[in-house]
């Protein structure tokens, strides 16, 4: 068995386990419907398939716009070696999500209905729109990396042409649908308990997002780090820390205001499960991670970022299953708690997208600033550092 | 002007005889009930729930500004003018949001199904275009679901309450609640004793998401002329900077020659 788990490797034989599992469940689910394969119910008809498959897969991905603006909107060009993994993360995760959708709907095969029967008061709509085209988009982004494996140069030089166009749409569309993933749940003014229910959803998940995003930019770095034994960029990680924390207490203080505007800050010490939920969402999410990464020494040591971005994670995995579940209960005077079923299959998607991201990576010039190995990362990132400040300065020259 | 219908439902008349129900499985075809549902389920559009000896007849309430059919994002739910919210299964993708955002819970799923629809009232729509009362209605024997003209019915409800105010508790649910619905109900015990939700507002629920929804277009060209100007600054930057650092080094070679 040793012999076996060590030729195999320890994570290989995790992934084709889980992989089985949810080939099985995937049986389940079409075969013999969503009542078989998922605890959902009339009283709790939306579970962790869209709690964390939708909405923690589209909040996740947010670091693809977030650095696509850095790159390309401020012109930021010190963080290229970076962009292009984290495009990818993005991509995948979209797709992974349109995945975890087919699971969900109860007619998958009519997904497409919503291109031509449109209902623009529905916010579901306007999500399923912003979607598609943001995952068209990120397949364009990405697709100079494809383009570039089969030399095809003159379609690379299209693509780069619209590139600006195209990062500017991709913004648009992500902050509109991952503030609209908010607006879905400002329908149900009453079911929702009110330590989470705002009229301020839509700006709560927006800035989430991009901190979660931003996050997933130093968990993925840090992952890739190690399967790819290369080096970190730690220069540019800290930075995106630094804009995480930005963002987190940004949200801090939205959130504040707003219970206090609601007249709800009573609710933070009423002893009920709910309370609980909520302080743990919050203190794993925004309030240890915002400390962490506000005091420089911990965002430029490489555990210090990875302990703080795994956190931030989490805390947004917890808010939003909080939101779609934990919050919901109470209401529909039911418990929900996802079955076997819906756990593998989620599992599945998640293990594809791990494959996904490493066989892409593996084989499509992803990671092209090789020459950023540990001995050299320091005087790379101080030589584009360099440059960003002599522009800086030029500038302000020329302006005298 | 085609006239809004509706139905009046005195929760102080009923016995609890279950004519509605079986009527109602009968109209829209469903299988022969085995025995009483006690509860709405997708074989059961309507169904009696019991509390303290008052019976509760739970249905669809076919909301004036119905929040499934705003939410539906293929557009699978219709408000008619005479009043039935109706679904139509050939659009629906299956996505359960109108069950997720319905403020009295009432769709109801086909779980066990490979090939699911949303289950719910339909107001009888098909007996309404015969000039037919829906089938509950014409099956109940006490009077105690009535259909109507949504405004007579009201002055009806109204008159009853203000005929004999010790029996009736002074509320006509479904006047106001989410901006009014189609089917109303009085009674002589207190509504959020019977299972109703009391604490809705009283206005339609899907203007809260379109508050949100109607400033995207806001969003798209403030923040489109936003980025656009941003990137012509920062690439604008770019530009100058090369040009200067090109004129340099050509006076760098000049100077170099001289």
Not at chain 1, 32 to 49: E, K
Not at chain 1, 154 to 168: A, D, F, G, H
Not at chain 1, 295 to 306: C, E, H, T, V
Not at chain 2, 213 to 229: C, Q, R, Y
Request: net charge neutral; with cysteine; hydrophobic share 45%.
């Amino acid at each position: 068995m040793k012999k076996f788990l060590t030729t195999f490797g320890f994570w290989k034989v995790i992934a084709v386990a889980i992989m089985l599992a949810g080939i099985y469940s995937t049986y389940i689910r079409f075969f013999h419907g969503l009542g078989a394969a998922t605890n959902l119910t009339d009283q709790f008809p939306w579970g962790i398939w869209i709690g964390f498959d939708v909405l923690c897969g589209v909040g996740l991905a947010a670091g693809g716009f977030t650095l696509a603006a850095i790159v390309y909107i401020f012109n930021l060009k010190r963080f290229e070696p970076i962009i292009r993994p984290t495009i990818l993360t993005a991509f995948l995760g979209y797709v992974l999500v349109i995945v975890g959708l087919m699971f969900d709907l109860g007619r998958p095969l009519q997904i497409w209905h919503a291109i031509i029967m449109w209902n623009p008061r529905s916010v579901m709509f306007e999500v399923a729109w912003c979607v598609m085209l943001y995952t068209t988009v990120l397949a364009l982004e990405f697709s100079p990396v494809i383009l570039e494996k089969f030399h095809l140069t003159k379609t690379i030089k299209l693509v780069k042409r619209i590139s600006i166009p195209l990062i500017i749409l991709g913004v648009l569309l992500s902050t509109l649908h991952q503030s609209s993933l908010g607006s879905l749940y400002l329908i149900v003014p009453d079911k929702m308990y009110p330590l989470w229910y705002s009229a301020y959803m839509p700006v709560f998940f927006y800035t989430s997002a991009i901190a979660a995003g931003c996050a997933m930019i130093i968990f993925e770095s840090f992952l890739s780090s190690r399967a790819f034994k290369r080096g970190l960029e730690l220069n540019l990680l800290s930075e995106i820390a630094r804009v995480c924390v930005m963002m987190l207490g940004v949200y801090a203080v939205m959130k504040v205001v707003d219970l206090s505007d609601r007249k709800m800050l009573s609710l933070l010490i009423v002893p009920k499960f709910e309370t609980y939920m909520y302080w743990l969402e919050v203190a794993i999410g925004v309030i240890v991670p915002f400390v962490l990464f506000s005091q420089r020494k911990i965002r430029q040591s490489p555990s210090g970022l990875f302990a703080g971005a795994v956190l931030v994670v989490v805390g947004f995995i917890m808010n939003r299953m909080n939101i779609a579940i934990t919050g919901m209960e109470g209401w529909s005077g039911s418990t929900y708690v996802p079955s076997l079923t819906e756990f593998t299959i989620t599992m599945m998607i998640v293990t594809t997208g791990f494959i996904a991201f490493y066989s892409i990576a593996k084989y499509f010039p992803v990671f092209t600033h090789e020459e950023l190995r540990d001995e050299n990362a320091p005087a790379h990132a101080a030589a584009a550092w360099k440059h960003d400040i002599e522009s800086v300065s030029r500038m302000a020259e020329a302006r005298n | 002007m085609s006239i809004k219908k509706a139905l009046l439902i005195d929760l102080t008349l009923c016995v609890g005889c279950n004519a509605c129900q079986l009527a109602c499985k009968e109209a829209n075809h469903m299988p022969e009930p085995e025995k009483e549902e006690k509860s709405l389920s997708s074989t059961a559009y309507t169904a009696l729930e019991e509390y303290d000896g008052v019976f509760v007849r739970r249905m669809c309430q076919h909301c004036e500004d119905p929040t499934c059919a705003s939410v539906c994002p293929v557009g699978a739910f219709t408000k008619m003018p005479e009043g039935p919210v109706v679904y139509d299964v050939e659009k629906c993708i299956g996505c359960r949001y109108c069950m997720q955002a319905c403020p009295f819970q009432v769709p109801r799923y086909e779980w066990s199904s490979t090939y699911p629809r949303i289950q719910k009232c339909v107001l009888c729509h098909e007996r309404l275009a015969q000039d037919l009362p829906t089938a509950c209605s014409e099956a109940c024997p006490t009077g105690a679901t009535k259909f109507g003209n949504r405004d007579e019915l009201l002055k009806e409800a109204a008159e009853r309450l203000t005929a004999e105010p010790d029996k009736y508790v002074q509320k006509i649910y479904g006047q106001k609640e989410v901006g009014g619905t189609s089917v109303l109900y009085i009674s002589s015990v207190p509504f959020e004793n019977l299972g109703f939700r009391t604490t809705l507002q009283n206005t339609p629920l899907p203007q809260l998401t379109w508050n949100a929804l109607s400033k995207i277009p806001g969003i798209v060209t403030v923040g489109g002329a936003m980025l656009f100007g941003i990137w012509w600054i920062t690439n604008r930057r770019e530009e100058v900077r090369e040009v200067e650092q090109n004129m340099k080094d050509t006076n760098h070679s000049n100077n170099g020659k001289n």
